[in-house]
């Protein structure tokens, strides 16, 4: 997507990932291959979470301890894996209690599946071109040759493939993770990566506000320097809340072609936050430069109870703020408190000004719909209350 640039303004260099899914084709033999490294990272991941409980939580991040005390167990000698898979898995496992801890350890503890995935560091990885598309080499013994599994590329994975592959495109691929699934077959998700120019965020004056609701799904307005809105775009969510309502009633279907009602749901979900995000994006690339405000819902809307949790908000913003960065487009949050009940045109704030979808202010008799007065105090970066 094509950014507006100007000289006078400066930008810093992040980097985007992108986690692509690859089904490879497989045999018997490779399979077994393949559990045998998820059952030792598995005993590391194990192992890890019955040792890390014996460190302070402020050393969880560091893994330092851990990883004098993991080298000397009698599992690590015994292990024909690479030292640096079996720390990746330890690292991985003390990363997530780490993250546990500073979420104020809510929730059960850091679980890790069932199993049936391993991590193959970078090094032990190579994607090369073949007749017929692309292969994947992975290494998992020191000295020893790596095994080739042909991909089943689509024409969404085989654009990231020819990148990685290109020695004259920045893009490169990290660390992935392998999953056999009970039915024997193969995928790895290859983690694609490449740096784009982000602008800095106090370096753009023109704002875009998205404010996250029901249905509207998605309301974006572009604030510009004056203070003055550019533009309001609706992204409607009657359609996931129709979807949503059949799901319900699909039960018995769903059953009956033995599919989980909860992986069509996620399937969906999946499916209307990639819709979302890319009109907001899209929208916000019109106007670039442009800084796109969320709001922050790290404590808000805890206490909302029904359909409201079953609306994707989290998924919506990590995916809008993935593909900003691809387009260049810096993001922030904000504090959306008092932003859908306080006038955006005199500042005063009354939740009697608020009645369903419509925003009628006591004070000024300022008219507009309730989610477009919300983003465009979002827009503005809150009210400050």
Not at 287 to 316: K, Q
């Amino acid at each position: 997507m094509a950014v507006a640039t100007q000289t006078s303004r400066e930008t810093k260099s992040e980097t985007v990932a992108h986690t692509i899914p690859l089904t490879l084709e497989t045999s018997k033999q490779k399979n077994e291959t393949v559990q045998w490294v998820i059952n030792e990272q598995q005993q590391t991941r194990e192992w890890t979470a019955a040792h890390i409980v014996t460190y302070p939580s402020h050393e969880w991040g560091t893994q330092m301890g851990l990883y004098s005390q993991f080298k000397d167990t009698e599992f690590k000698d015994s292990c024909d894996q690479f030292a640096a898979s079996l720390l990746g898995a330890l690292n991985k496992t003390a990363t997530m209690f780490d993250s546990w801890e500073s979420n104020g350890q809510n929730g059960s503890r850091p679980t890790f599946g069932d199993g049936n995935y391993c991590t193959v560091p970078k090094k032990y990885l190579e994607i090369e071109p073949n007749d017929t598309g692309f292969g994947v080499k992975m290494r998992f013994e020191p000295y020893k040759d790596g095994v080739w599994w042909h991909i089943n590329d689509s024409e969404y994975s085989r654009e990231y493939l020819e990148r990685v592959v290109d020695d004259d495109d920045p893009a490169s691929f990290g660390a992935s993770e392998v999953f056999l699934e009970d039915d024997g077959s193969l995928r790895i998700h290859l983690v694609v990566q490449w740096p784009v120019d982000v602008y800095k965020i106090g370096d753009v004056d023109r704002t875009l506000g998205v404010d996250l609701n029901v249905d509207p799904l998605t309301v974006a307005a572009v604030r510009d320097a004056d203070g003055e809105i550019e533009h309001v775009d609706f992204e409607s969510g009657a359609e996931f809340k129709h979807h949503r309502e059949r799901l319900k009633v699909r039960r018995e279907e769903a059953q009956r072609r033995r599919r989980d009602q909860r992986v069509l749901w996620q399937e969906y979900t999946e499916h209307i936050a990639n819709v979302a995000s890319r009109r907001v994006v899209d929208v916000a690339a019109e106007h670039a430069p442009i800084v796109i405000n969320l709001e922050d819902l790290t404590n808000y809307r805890e206490s909302a109870s029904g359909a409201i949790h079953d609306w994707p908000y989290a998924l919506i913003q990590e995916k809008i703020a993935y593909k900003a960065t691809e387009a260049g487009i810096p993001v922030r949050m904000v504090d959306p408190a008092y932003t859908s009940v306080t006038c955006r045109k005199c500042g005063v704030t009354n939740k009697q000004s608020r009645s369903d979808r419509d925003f009628e202010c006591v004070n000024c008799g300022y008219e507009v719909h309730a989610d477009a007065n919300a983003a465009m105090n979002i827009a503005a970066g809150g009210v400050g209350h």
